[in-house]
C-alpha cells in the first residue's frame, strides 16, 4: 500500500497551484491585445454617473446553445447579459458561481425587475466531455432560463481570448482524468453589448443585483430620452 502524501505538504501543493493560476492570470490579462469593440462613432459612451465601460474586454460570439441554435451575443441587444465560463465537472467553482447568477435571477425577479430584458449564459471550455445535452441539464438545474454554450476547442480558445479568461488543464491521475483552474468572473454586460462589470468570487451576491438592475434603468433611461428627443424634432 502506498503512504498517502502528509495533509501539509497536500495543502502546499494545492496552494501552490492557485498561486500560479493566479500569476498566469494576471501575466495573461495584462499582455493579451485588446479585444475587438464597437467602433466608438457607433455606440455611445455611457453617462458619467454609470458604470464604467470595461476596455478591452469582451465582443460578439456566436456558438452552438442548449436552446438547439447558435446563439450570438447580437442576439441578446436590449438585454442585460451575465456571462460565466466554467465546465460541468467543476467541483466546486463552477456551482458556486451559477448558484450565485441563479440567486441573483431570483432575487431580481422578487423586486420586480422585467426578466425578459435579462439572460443569463454559462460556456464551457470542456467540449470533449460537455455535450450540448450534458449542458443542457446541467444549467437547467440551476436555473431554467440559464442558457449554455459549447464551441470547438479553437472557438472556445477564441472567445476566452477575446474576454481574457483563464483556463489551464491539469491531469488530476485519477479516475476523474483533468480538471482545469480557471477564473471565475461573472461578466456584467449591458443591452448594447458592452461589458461593464466583472465580478470576482469574493464580490458580494448583491453587487451582482445592483448592476443588473443599474443597467436596466440606463437603459431605460436612454429609450426615454431618445423618444423625447424624436417627439421634439
Same mark, same amino acid.
Given at each position: 500500500?502506498?503512504?498517502?502524501?502528509?495533509?501539509?505538504?497536500?495543502?502546499?501543493?494545492?496552494?501552490?497551484?492557485?498561486?500560479?493560476?493566479?500569476?498566469?492570470?494576471?501575466?495573461?490579462?495584462?499582455?493579451?491585445?485588446?479585444?475587438?469593440?464597437?467602433?466608438?462613432?457607433?455606440?455611445?459612451?455611457?453617462?458619467?454617473?454609470?458604470?464604467?465601460?470595461?476596455?478591452?474586454?469582451?465582443?460578439?460570439?456566436?456558438?452552438?446553445?442548449?436552446?438547439?441554435?447558435?446563439?450570438?451575443?447580437?442576439?441578446?441587444?436590449?438585454?442585460?447579459?451575465?456571462?460565466?465560463?466554467?465546465?460541468?465537472?467543476?467541483?466546486?467553482?463552477?456551482?458556486?458561481?451559477?448558484?450565485?447568477?441563479?440567486?441573483? /435571477? @431570483?432575487?431580481?425577479? &422578487? +423586486?420586480? =425587475?422585467?426578466?425578459? !430584458?435579462?439572460?443569463? *449564459?454559462?460556456?464551457?471550455?470542456?467540449?470533449?466531455?460537455?455535450?450540448?445535452?450534458?449542458?443542457?441539464?446541467?444549467?437547467?438545474?440551476?436555473?431554467?432560463?440559464?442558457?449554455? /454554450? @459549447?464551441?470547438?476547442? &479553437? +472557438?472556445? =480558445?477564441?472567445?476566452? !481570448?477575446?474576454?481574457? *479568461?483563464?483556463?489551464?488543464?491539469?491531469?488530476?491521475?485519477?479516475?476523474?482524468?483533468?480538471?482545469?483552474?480557471?477564473?471565475?468572473?461573472?461578466?456584467?454586460?449591458?443591452?448594447?453589448? @458592452?461589458?461593464?462589470?466583472?465580478?470576482?468570487?469574493?464580490?458580494?451576491?448583491?453587487?451582482? *443585483?445592483?448592476?443588473?438592475?443599474?443597467?436596466?434603468?440606463?437603459?431605460?433611461?436612454?429609450?426615454?430620452?431618445?423618444?423625447?428627443?424624436?417627439?421634439?424634432?
Amino acid at each position: 500500500m502506498s503512504e498517502q502524501p502528509p495533509p501539509r505538504r497536500t495543502f502546499l501543493n494545492v496552494a501552490i497551484a492557485l498561486l500560479a493560476v493566479i500569476a498566469v492570470s494576471v501575466t495573461y490579462w495584462m499582455t493579451l491585445p485588446p479585444a475587438d469593440q464597437p467602433a466608438v462613432g457607433e455606440v455611445p459612451s455611457p453617462p458619467p454617473d454609470s458604470l464604467p465601460l470595461v476596455a478591452g474586454v469582451g465582443g460578439d460570439f456566436s456558438l452552438p446553445s442548449t436552446t438547439g441554435a447558435n446563439l450570438t451575443l447580437a442576439d441578446l441587444r436590449g438585454k442585460v447579459v451575465l456571462l460565466n465560463f466554467g465546465f460541468t465537472h467543476c467541483p466546486d467553482v463552477c456551482p458556486m458561481e451559477l448558484s450565485r447568477m441563479a440567486s441573483a /435571477l @431570483r432575487e431580481l425577479e &422578487a +423586486q420586480g =425587475a422585467d426578466m425578459t !430584458r435579462v439572460q443569463s *449564459v454559462f460556456v464551457t471550455f470542456d467540449p470533449e466531455r460537455d455535450t450540448l445535452d450534458h449542458l443542457r441539464e446541467y444549467v437547467a438545474y440551476f436555473h431554467p432560463s440559464l442558457i449554455g /454554450l @459549447r464551441g470547438d476547442a &479553437a +472557438q472556445t =480558445a477564441e472567445l476566452a !481570448r477575446r474576454y481574457k *479568461v483563464v483556463y489551464l488543464k491539469q491531469d488530476t491521475g485519477s479516475a476523474s482524468g483533468y480538471v482545469f483552474q480557471h477564473s471565475d468572473f461573472i461578466y456584467v454586460i449591458d443591452t448594447r453589448g @458592452r461589458v461593464r462589470l466583472l465580478i470576482g468570487g469574493k464580490d458580494p451576491d448583491a453587487a451582482i *443585483v445592483e448592476a443588473v438592475k443599474r443597467l436596466l434603468r440606463d437603459s431605460a433611461k436612454d429609450h426615454s430620452d431618445k423618444f423625447a428627443t424624436e417627439k421634439s424634432s
